[in-house]
């Protein structure tokens, strides 16, 4: 078995309570992260990322399953490589009254960081000339940078984000893609949860797929979309139903959308175009259609998150934080 950064085996999690009786919210999850990736961790709301991520850190206690972060098994030996992760899960809440800076100082006294430090993650976040206004005065965007700020505060090989996009405007979705770019050039692995598909596919290389609390794909961002590509292309002609007859006695799979086609099965599209334009039927249109994360991940997981919705959840998170510092740990189930 390769060795990962982070390996997860037979995760399993059921919670208990009184009002919803048992729900199993992780059930026999594998993941392997392994060193230089950047791995985006996928799956709609409910599917099972937070409790994996909780469970990994020790956050909660699986009922089985094997873990490990660098090397160390998790989460019993975590504090062994504590000051090599660095993590965040939730929404970071900081003083609004404070500055980015002052923040960040109380963190790195805290955590025995030389305070020089401070200066160096600011600007690695890109709040090098804001680092000195009060945090309550700070875009969401910019919130999420300070959070990652405190995260890479002990220069961690390793940093795990939970939603580390979520409810970021474009812009602020394009800075955080920087960031994590940024730091995995710099050797940094990196595994962060989403379910903003196009921005998995942008960031990160590898990916993992979670649907009701189990695997369904996992691999090379390339290579999970190329085992869902079809070969299909999208046809617009001067008659189309014509061209739906011929494409169909052809052997091709067409399925009619108004004003165009979809013809599956289609190696070349240049065998398309020939069987059409022998026919007299001329072709207005014809593009291969690649699938993109956002197919897959709705074939995989049957479901989508809603646009504009960052979380929608169905029970009240126990416990609000934030930044977790691995060294203070404690299981709430
Ligand atoms: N503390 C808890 N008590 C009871 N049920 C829980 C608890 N934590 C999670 N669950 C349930 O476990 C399942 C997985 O939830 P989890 O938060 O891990 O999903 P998620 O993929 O992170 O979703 P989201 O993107 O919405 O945060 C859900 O059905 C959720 O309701």
Known sequence: MPSGVIEIEGLRKTFHSVRQGRRVAVDGFDLLVEAGQVHGFLGPNGSGKTTTLRALLGLVRADQGRMSVLGAQAPDRLASVAGRVGAIVESPQFFGNFTAYRTLRLLALAGGVPVSRVDEVLDEVGLGDRGHERVKGYSLGMKQRLAVASALLKRPELLILDEPANGLDPAGIREMRDL?????????????SSHILAEIQLICDHVTIISR???????????????FDRNECLVRADDLARAEELLLAAG??????????????????????????????????????????????????????????????DFPHQGEPTVIDLDVRGADA
């Open 180 to 192: 994590m770019r940024g730091l995995a050039a710099n050797g940094v692995t990196v595994l962060l």
């Open 213 to 227: 609390g189990r695997r369904v794909a996992h691999g090379r961002v390339d290579e999970v979309l190329a085992g």
């Open 252 to 313: 091709f799979t067409v399925t009619g959308h108004g004003n165009h086609l979809v013809v599956g099965g289609v190696p070349d599209p240049v065998v398309v175009s020939q069987i059409l334009g022998e026919q007299g039927v001329w072709v207005r249109e014809l593009t291969p259609l690649r699938p993109d994360l956002e197919s897959v991940f709705l074939e995989l997981t049957g479901t989508m998150p809603d646009p504009g919705v960052p979380r929608q959840l």
